[in-house]
T-cell receptor, first 115, second 116 residues
């Protein structure tokens, strides 16, 4: 158990809908990262938040957004969902601002299925 | 471009046999390397990491990896595998980008299948 929690574990929704994925980092960790894992794209970094502020951005679509709250939990919002958004979404956390040598600890993931 | 290549998408092996999962990276700067394991229907778990120092890194569950700068490789090894090692293994490199931020770049993964 990494100490990172994600809810829900599974989510089934329809095209065009909006969903929110939630992540709680390990106790004491200040950074939260979001990743998307799909069969064709592999593990792709989406976005990082550090202590409430956006720190780094990866291959995140404009339909997707995230935020980190004062209690450090984070939410990933996915809107206007398409079939291709079906994937496993991981959250990870690290202790600092994401220095190059920091270890990221991953949650169990949320499996999203868009029908 | 900086990237990570895992040379084998699948590696079948018999129980108690040795295994090597290959990983090559491309980077012109200092690298920090990680191996993660993903068991079926679970998240990623850190196996080991190389930050600096000894090029032979020992991790959990009997795994070890060797950093080879000249060959830009970070291969993962285990002398004797168990059925429970069946999983997907990801090599990753942590890189700095202009703008002062860092990213963890993952390879495509190697599926290790241990057979009795």
């Amino acid at each position: 158990d990494s100490g990172v929690t994600q809810t829900p574990k599974h989510l089934i929704t329809a095209t065009g809908q909006r969903v929110t994925l939630r992540c709680s980092p390990r106790s004491g960790d200040l950074s939260v990262y979001w990743y998307q894992q799909s069969l064709d794209q592999g593990l792709q970094f989406l976005i990082q938040y550090y202590n409430g502020e956006e720190r780094a951005k990866g291959n995140i679509l404009e339909r997707f957004s995230a935020q980190q709250f004062p209690d450090l939990h984070s939410e990933l919002n996915l809107s206007s969902l398409e079939l291709g958004d079906s994937a496993l979404y991981f959250c990870a956390s690290s202790v600092g601002e994401g220095l190059v040598w920091e270890t990221q600890y991953f949650g169990p993931g949320t499996r999203l299925l868009v029908l | 471009a900086q990237s990570v290549t895992q040379l084998d998408s699948q590696v079948p092996v018999f129980e108690e046999a040795p295994v090597e999962l290959r990983c090559n990276y491309s980077s012109s700067v200092s690298v920090y390397l990680f191996w993660y394991v993903q068991y079926p229907n679970q998240g990623l778990q850190l196996l080991l990491k190389y930050l600096s120092g000894s090029t032979l890194v020992k991790g959990i569950n009997g795994f070890e990896a060797e950093f080879n700068k000249s060959q830009t490789s970070f291969h993962l090894r285990k002398p004797s595998v168990h059925i429970s090692d069946t999983a997907e293994y990801f090599c990753a490199v942590s890189l700095s980008f202009s703008g002062g931020y860092n990213k963890l770049i993952f390879g495509a993964g190697t599926r290790l299948a241990v057979h009795p």
